[in-house]
């Protein structure tokens, strides 16, 4: 009989399925049917810094600077305190390990944050440092190097597992990934998605494209961790976006992951895909003599594709050209 246990940022999950941060999560009950369905972790919604300070900049302008900070910290406050509770409920009613998110862009009030998580019970905390660098002025290397003081602050506070959360936007995450593992991280994300902007050319204005992931975005992420888990093997990895069905799953285990994140297929087709998902991953597993996932884990990662490795190949054309 096939085990699917697997072992994620020193945690011990009964599956690699983890439902991603969203709406999915944002409550106590909702994360009881998600155990009930067969998750093996949950990432609580998330802590946005983007929106806090949106909403704290939106209560301003009474004329007092007393005034205006006062509010601004009235909204941080109510926010975290939203999260605490969401944490503290989650962890009475539920025996799964429950992952608090914060998603921010800089170095500041997150460390009291991340410490306030894990006296709520968190099992851990993953950081999602999602931004753009638009900026003209823009200094090489700053954004990565913000990622390692960000995830260095808060491993001198807290003692639960930290996982970061990488957007796609890197020149090469192999590097950063080997100085997040040197700073103390306990697994690694890979990818974050970004919003995706559109236009309507009928009414000329912005709309959103693509709020849902596809399977076809998988494979950008099959490439990195493959290359990542290779290089950089102590760290845990998970995939996260395009793993629609237990294919999403095998494949990203054979590069080199020990989970993956879901959410956009549980939007689409309700918590009954945990199921089958699990289901067909164990059929495959005994179909091809597994009793445990890390029998396969890595075994398609860059070390395994040897000299010719595909992850590591960019030129289309130089590709088939070779093939008649």
Known sequence: MAQLTTTYAGL?????????SSGLTNSAAKIKELEKSGAG????????EEQINMQAG????YGSPEADDYLGAYVRSHAL??????????KKNCSIPIIASINCYSDNEWVDFAVMMEQAGADALEINILSLQTSKDYTFGSFEQRHIDILRHIKKVVKIPVIMKLGSN?????????QLYANGAAAVVLFNRFYQPDINIDTQT???????????ELADKIRWTAIASSQVPQ????????VHCAKGVIKSILAGATAVQICSVIYQYGNKEIENMKRELSVW???????????FKGKLNASAAGDVNPFERTQFMKYYSSHE
């Open 170 to 178: 890197l020149t090469n995450p192999i590097a950063l990934i080997n």
């Open 41 to 48: 972790a949950v990432v609580l919604k998330s802590v946005f």
């Open 12 to 20: 011990t999950l009964q599956n690699p399925i983890i439902i991603s």
């Open 235 to 242: 760290l845990d990895y998970a995939v996260s976006g395009g």
């Open 285 to 295: 597993m005994e179909e091809n003599g597994y009793e445990s996932i890390s029998q």
């Open 58 to 61: 939106n209560m301003q302008g």
């Open 81 to 90: 305190n939203e999260h605490i509770a969401l944490i503290q409920e989650a």
């Open 206 to 216: 912005f709309t959103s494209s693509n709020v849902m992931s596809t399977p076809n």
